[in-house]
């Protein structure tokens, strides 16, 4: 059963540490996306960048080979350790090293936890314990709960169901926003091509198999419906702004891209994602030589009815990796509703909350003051204290839950992949760190948060949570986070 009590205070399992996720494997680029406000990376100052939402994907870079750095590349995600307190840093080493750098204003108002990634200890903090808006750092509980209640080999399924009547047909949809309209090898996921395990779901496989059965029953012509049902409560985020995130609804095409090719970080969405899908598939079905009668409308499916097609997800980790690396909203409350199915709560954003909080508490994480209003993080409601997501790493770096490992293999590597590929950069006083520190990141306006894991000049592995609020501009307070992150990589700290 993947769900089980923990103690979060338990070695890492050195055996299971896993390696960074190849060129295959869901990598993005770019700033943080649970900001309601798109930058790209030229701050104007109000914590939101330029908002213009056009900013685009570069490149991701490839990992160093030689000295420390090459941890990125081929070595574990978590380091060899001696075990026990051999190596440990203490909490006047870390005082000590990074006293000037937690003095840097641009921080505004920190709070902050750093642990040891071997036993959970809490080495040294400041309002370790005081809930803080987590942006984006929200996506690391909402990973933690999928890996923990969902099987490993869980897929999200879209398929297509006989009607009700004679000539009909109903796509369903199951809760997977990354069914792609495109041909798989002009799929990319933050700028890298797919693989076997990280290919979506092909829209235009599910018309072909859809087409062949019609024909082999000899009809050859259908009118199309869509099932949303899967769903309930609000279809808009409250901070829904139609390029952040989507409507949120079982059934859409390429997360409802406009333009599914777009290099832009908050593309724009089209208004009706399951509409949209649904004409979509009807021009494909009409491609197979199928003709489809009249516009598709929404229904419900016959409980039982055949199916005369489908199409599958990658695997639900491969999901929290690519959620976390890019950070996709859209895909992270579509992952969180996938929890509240799991938990036997209503797919809604209350029942995701409520799945999401559950499963947390058995995990033996301290939920205590953690209040929720999403799983992507873009709610500026949400709050979560350091020491939390602190506990969040460590447990997905526990021997006794492997199933949680993929929540350290999506992290971005800084300076490389994902959210992180801008940041510890030539001159930005961080660059020590490129290629060692994996972290979530969360940007809104005014805040900044970073949450992962890091590699100390020793060889121990530290787990880390920052939480700033500020005035400063997004580029600054990120620099000053950042600096502190490659401190504590450039000492033992003892």
């Given at each position: 059963?993947?769900?089980t ?14 390696p ?36 685009q ?12 750095k090459?941890?990125?590349a ?51 903090g ?30 999200i399924?879209?398929?297509?169901v ?28 933050g700028?890298m091509p ?22 082999a ?5 259908v ?25 949120v ?50 229904g419900?499916?016959?409980?039982g ?16 990796e ?5 950070s996709?909203?859209?895909?992270a ?29 058995k995990?033996?994480v ?24 602190a506990?969040v ?6 021997p ?13 590597i ?39 894991t ?11 949570a920052?939480m ?12 000053a ?9 450039g000492?033992?700290?003892?």
């Amino acid at each position: 059963m993947a769900l089980t009590a923990g103690v979060l205070t338990v070695g890492v399992d050195q055996a299971l540490a896993q390696p960074s996720p190849g060129p295959g494997h869901s990598q993005s680029a770019g700033n943080d996306k649970a900001n309601g406000n798109k930058s790209n990376g030229k701050s104007n100052g109000n914590g939101n960048g330029n908002g213009n939402g056009k900013s685009q994907t570069p490149t991701p870079k490839n990992p160093p080979t030689g000295g420390r750095k090459a941890l990125a590349a081929g070595g574990p995600v978590l380091a060899a350790s001696s075990g026990g307190t051999d190596g440990l840093p203490t909490t006047n080493g870390l005082q000590r090293e990074l006293g000037a750098t937690l003095q840097d204003k641009s921080l505004g108002t920190l709070n902050f936890a750093v642990a040891d990634g071997t036993t959970g200890e809490l080495l040294y903090g400041s309002g370790e314990n005081t809930p803080a808006t987590p942006a984006s750092t929200t996506k690391l509980l909402t990973s933690l709960a999928a890996l923990a209640l969902i099987p490993a080999d869980t897929r999200i399924t879209t398929k297509v169901v006989k009607g009700s009547a004679p000539g009909e047909i109903t796509l369903v949809g199951g809760g997977d926003p990354t069914v792609t309209g495109l041909p798989v090898d002009q799929v990319l996921v933050g700028g890298m091509p797919v693989d076997a395990e990280t290919a979506p779901a092909s829209l235009a496989d599910l018309a072909r198999q859809t087409a062949a059965a019609l024909k082999a029953a000899g009809t050859t012509s259908v009118k199309v419906s869509f099932d949303t049902s899967l769903y309930t409560g609000p279809l808009l985020h409250k901070e829904h702004d139609a390029m952040n995130i989507a409507a949120v609804t079982p059934l859409m095409v390429d997360e409802g891209r406009i333009d599914p090719k777009s290099p832009d970080e908050a593309p724009a969405r089209v208004f009706d994602p399951a509409g949209s899908a649904a004409e979509a598939f009807a021009g494909l079905l009409r491609a197979q030589g199928i003709t489809v009668l009249g516009k598709a409308t929404s229904g419900t499916a016959a409980s039982g009815a055949q199916v005369l097609g489908k199409v599958d997800s990658p695997t639900v980790p491969r999901l929290v990796e690519r959620l976390l690396t890019t950070s996709d909203n859209t895909l992270a409350e579509a992952v969180a509703r996938q929890v509240a199915i799991a938990a036997h709560q209503p797919a809604s954003f209350d029942g995701a909350v409520e799945a999401m909080k559950q499963t947390l508490e058995k995990l033996g994480v301290p939920m205590a003051g953690v209040v929720l209003h999403d799983g992507s993080g873009l709610h500026k409601g949400n709050l979560i204290s350091p020491i939390v997501l602190a506990k969040v790493l460590a447990l997905a770096a526990s021997p006794q839950h492997p199933e949680l490992r993929p929540l350290l293999t999506g992290l971005p590597i800084a300076g490389f992949t994902g959210t992180l590929v801008n940041r510890f950069g030539a001159n930005s006083g961080a660059q020590n760190a490129a290629g060692i520190v994996r972290a979530k990141t969360g940007t809104l306006a005014g805040i900044n948060t970073l949450a992962g894991t890091v590699v100390d000049a020793d060889g121990r592995v530290l787990v880390f949570a920052l939480m700033t609020k500020t005035t400063a501009g997004p580029d600054a307070a990120r620099a000053a986070v950042d600096r502190i992150v490659a401190h504590i990589a450039g000492c033992g700290c003892r």
